[in-house]
C-alpha cells in the first residue's frame, strides 16, 4: 500500500523549535520533489516548504529562514526542522511528493504559551 506517514508534531511554546518527520512505504521517494504543508483551523492547505529531487529547497516567505527542509533517500524520508515557532505556525502538517499520492493523517503542531 502506497503512503505516507507524519509524526513529530506537539505541543511548543512561542520561539521554540520541533522537528518533522515523513517517512513513506510502498514507494521510493527517491526521484520525486516532495513537499510540506500545513492547514489551519478554517483555512486551506497550503505549501510550506519543497525540496526538489538534487535537495534544493524552496520555502513560502513566512517561514523562509525558520525552516528547513531535508530529505533521506536511503531511508526514504523527508524531514521539516521548524525554529522560532509562532502561534500563527499551528497547524495539521502532511508531507506529499510531487506528484502527490493520498494524503496522511498529518501531524498536529500547535504554538501556544
Known amino acids: 500500500q502506497v503512503q505516507v506517514v507524519e509524526s513529530g508534531g506537539g505541543l511548543v511554546q512561542p520561539g521554540g523549535s520541533l522537528t518533522l518527520s515523513c517517512a513513506a512505504s510502498?514507494?521510493?521517494?527517491?526521484?520525486?520533489?516532495l513537499a510540506w504543508y500545513r492547514q489551519a483551523p478554517g483555512k486551506s492547505r497550503e505549501l510550506v516548504a519543497r525540496?526538489?529531487?538534487?535537495?534544493?529547497?524552496n520555502y513560502i516567505d513566512s517561514v523562509r529562514g525558520r525552516f528547513t527542509v531535508s530529505r533521506d533517500n536511503a531511508k526514504n524520508a523527508m524531514y521539516l526542522r521548524m525554529s522560532g515557532l509562532r502561534p500563527e505556525d499551528t497547524a495539521v502538517y502532511y508531507c506529499?511528493?510531487?506528484?502527490?499520492?493520498?494524503w496522511g493523517q498529518g501531524t498536529q503542531v500547535t504554538v501556544s504559551s
Open positions: 506529499n511528493k510531487d506528484p502527490p499520492i493520498p
Open positions: 510502498g514507494i521510493e521517494f527517491r526521484g520525486y520533489s
Open positions: 525540496i526538489g529531487v538534487t535537495g534544493t529547497p
